[in-house]
């Protein structure tokens, strides 16, 4: 079976750092992505993991240990615009994409 | 950004009547995705194409059909529309890549949306 696990809500102050973990159990794994999605939008892709460690793209970071079937995304600095859901997703195999239900953020003032 | 549009992007029907949903894309990518996105349940895959006149089954595929007769349009069809068929549904595109020694998918880009009301 598939399950990827993620809190369903979390509250964070402008200006601080957030961490949202995702924990997963897929049949297969060819990589792990984070999505952002504002309400009544469309999701935008954040970031990919395929090997174990740590990615940094500006204020985002986003971490993988295939081991624990594990990964985190963390948000620096933050703004009252990154007031969104966040999304894991694991490929299991090919192209397909499995989602976790995502994490709504609150950044509050 | 890929160009992803979707048609039409909102709608209400009536149970038991057919509805067609439209996916265009301007990227050339190969694989196309319908999701559906309902509260508690995340995004969950409804049908998927990996080429012209290639499809597969996703998770809640029942209920749904698609077609994709060239590579820019994928269409999603509700063969008998019911209630539980409510929801915001998803068009995806990617393509596909090599990662270092790994070979593995591209990211996937969405499209804007349809909202979809079955009364």
């Known amino acids: 079976g598939q399950n990827i696990d993620q809190p369903t809500e979390m509250t964070a102050t402008e200006g601080a750092i957030v961490q949202i973990n995702c924990t997963y159990q897929?049949?297969?794994?060819?990589?792990l992505f984070w999505y952002q999605q504002h309400a009544g939008e469309a999701p935008t892709f954040l970031s990919y993991?395929?090997?174990?460690g740590l990615e940094e793209k500006g204020r985002f970071s986003s971490f993988l240990s295939r081991s624990k079937g594990y990964s985190y995304l963390l948000l620096k600095e933050l703004q009252m615009k990154d007031s969104a859901s966040y999304l894991c997703?694991?490929?299991?195999?090919?192209?397909?994409?499995?989602f976790g239900a995502g994490t709504i953020l609150r950044v509050k003032s | 950004d890929a160009g992803i549009t979707q048609s039409p992007r909102h709608k209400v029907t009536e149970t038991g009547t057919p509805v067609t949903l439209r996916c265009h894309q301007t990227?050339?990518?190969?694989?196309m995705y319908w999701y559906r996105q309902d509260p508690g349940h995340g995004l969950r895959l409804i049908h998927y194409?990996?080429?012209?006149?290639?499809?597969d089954k996703g998770e809640v595929s029942d209920g749904y059909s698609v077609s994709r007769s060239k590579t820019e349009d994928f269409l999603l069809t509700l063969e008998s529309a019911t209630s539980s068929q409510t929801s915001v549904y998803f068009c995806?595109?990617?393509?596909?890549?090599?990662?270092?020694?790994?070979?593995?998918?591209?990211?996937?880009?969405f499209g804007p949306g349809t909202r979809l009301t079955v009364t």
């Open positions: 897929t049949s297969g794994f060819n990589g």
């Open positions: 997703a694991v490929t299991e195999y090919g192209n397909k994409l499995v």
């Open positions: 990227e050339n990518h190969r694989y």
């Open positions: 194409s990996y080429g012209v006149k290639d499809t």
């Open positions: 995806a595109t990617s393509g596909y890549r090599l990662a270092g020694e790994v070979v593995t998918g591209d990211e996937q880009y």
């Open positions: 993991n395929v090997l174990d």
